[in-house]
């Protein structure tokens, strides 16, 4: 079945490339890329036979996006009744017996009954969660078939999935591919992953007009701006630490040597499962008003015998720890270990306070080796309510080395040092 059509030149190659199993196609608004990724399946559908499933996270969104897509695709080519759409169930049928399913992964249960799937197409696939996507890993499988999973996205933060997995991920040290030789380089294969970015300048259909919309968001929505015109990860909403800084942990040992040990704090925030024990070295330059952090412990799952041993090589036990004063039987327990632990002061509106505390400091300055730390605080952002209003005391993710700094600030005053002479092992004076 000989079939013509026109597409954007940016594309040609990703269409009819199916040398490996996954393909990365990230772009801003408008850059055609989840046209050009239907298209690349449904010629790869006329050509040989193939069932494929396209997913995205929610079903209710398939029908007015990817499947209809297809349709104007069927439409353009000139298909209608040689390929046929049907809706209920949602699928399209070619007359080679190549099939294209569409499911949503909100109904994980209807995959079960899918065999033989050899090409799955994740639409949005920043909105699908990283336990959707290996479990779909599992789905595709043929005898004899070659295997391609598809991924087409907006690029929204560098705390999802889809750049932890395919580009960098900090918390477990893992550096796969960096995101600027990417936008530089348009398209590269690293790892037996076809990646590939797109911007509306791409797409040569496209309107003035609509890329002329895209540039005023530059004014007065620099977050979509960075995603909808240049295609770009980043840091999505306003940043609560923007002073924060990394140095390399020679210079931040330097400068700490020559503060007071009164300027010398230890912030300790407790977690088990989910959450962490997270313990960090401050130290005040009091006379400037930076913040170094240069030293940090941060475990989860250890009970309180194993966190207390491992602390042994964090802390002197002369040197005195201000924790989270909700965990009393903890802080007794660090206590009879020999550890000088006290709660930190808790009251109605503590969290904003000791946030505003924070943010007062003209720089913040954190080691190259307190790794988690950079990774919560250097793109740390505020939470928003429905109608995009910040929460000044809520964050995108919890940060355990921000809390742990909050206690260890307890009785500091960026204008004064209050000495803490007489704290009771409740944190009261």
Request: hydrophobic share 35%; aromatic share 12%; charged share 30%.
């Amino acid at each position: 079945m000989a079939v013509v059509k026109e597409v954007n030149p940016h594309f040609e190659d990703f269409i009819f490339n199916w040398d490996y199993k996954t393909y990365l196609t990230v772009g801003g608004y408008g850059s055609s890329k989840s046209y050009h990724v239907a298209l690349k399946i449904l010629l790869k559908c006329i050509e040989e036979k193939r069932k494929v499933l396209v997913i995205r996270e929610v079903f209710e969104t398939i029908r007015d996006s990817t499947y209809a897509l297809f349709e104007e695709l069927i439409a353009d080519l000139e298909l209608e009744g040689i390929v046929k759409p049907k809706v209920s169930p949602m699928r399209i049928d070619f007359p080679n017996g190549s099939q294209i399913i569409f499911k949503g992964m909100d109904k994980p249960w209807k995959l079960k009954s899918i065999h033989n799937v050899t090409i799955i197409w994740i639409e949005e696939a920043s909105e699908l969660k990283y336990e959707g996507y290996k479990e779909l890993l599992g789905r595709a499988r043929h005898p004899s078939l070659s295997i391609h999973f598809l991924l087409s996205t907006n690029p929204v933060g560098e705390d999802n999935w889809v750049y932890r997995h395919f580009f960098k991920d900090e918390l477990k040290e893992i550096f796969v591919l960096d995101d600027e030789e990417l936008y530089e380089k348009r398209v590269i294969v690293k790892n037996g992953v076809y990646y590939h970015h797109s911007i509306a300048d791409d797409n040569l259909f496209l309107p003035q007009s609509y890329i002329d919309q895209l540039e005023e968001l530059k004014v007065y929505d620099p977050d979509l701006y960075r995603i909808a015109r240049r295609g770009r990860f980043g840091v999505n909403g306003k940043r609560v630490l923007p002073q924060f800084e990394v140095k390399d942990h020679e210079y931040v040992m330097s400068k700490v040597g020559d503060i007071p040990k009164r300027y010398l704090r230890n912030g300790m925030d407790f977690g088990f499962v989910v959450s962490y024990n997270a313990l960090l070295k401050l130290a005040i330059d009091h006379e400037n008003k930076w913040l170094y952090i240069y030293k940090e412990y941060y475990k989860n799952d250890m009970t309180d015998d194993k966190t207390a041993k491992d602390l042994e090589d964090v802390v002197d036990k002369d040197e005195l720890i201000i924790a989270d004063s909700a965990e009393p039987k903890s802080i007794t327990y660090y206590n009879q270990q020999g550890f000088k632990m006290i709660g930190a002061t808790k009251g109605p509106g503590s969290r904003l306070q000791n946030t505003k505390k924070v943010k007062r400091f003209k720089k913040i300055i954190c080691s190259d080796k307190c790794k988690n730390t950079i990774r919560e605080l250097k793109n740390l952002t505020y939470a928003v309510d429905k109608q995009g209003n910040i929460i000044e005391d809520e964050f995108n993710i919890d940060p355990h080395t921000f809390e742990a700094i909050w206690y260890g600030l307890d009785g500091y005053e960026v204008s004064d040092l209050k000495d803490r002479k007489n704290y009771s092992g409740k944190g009261r004076r």
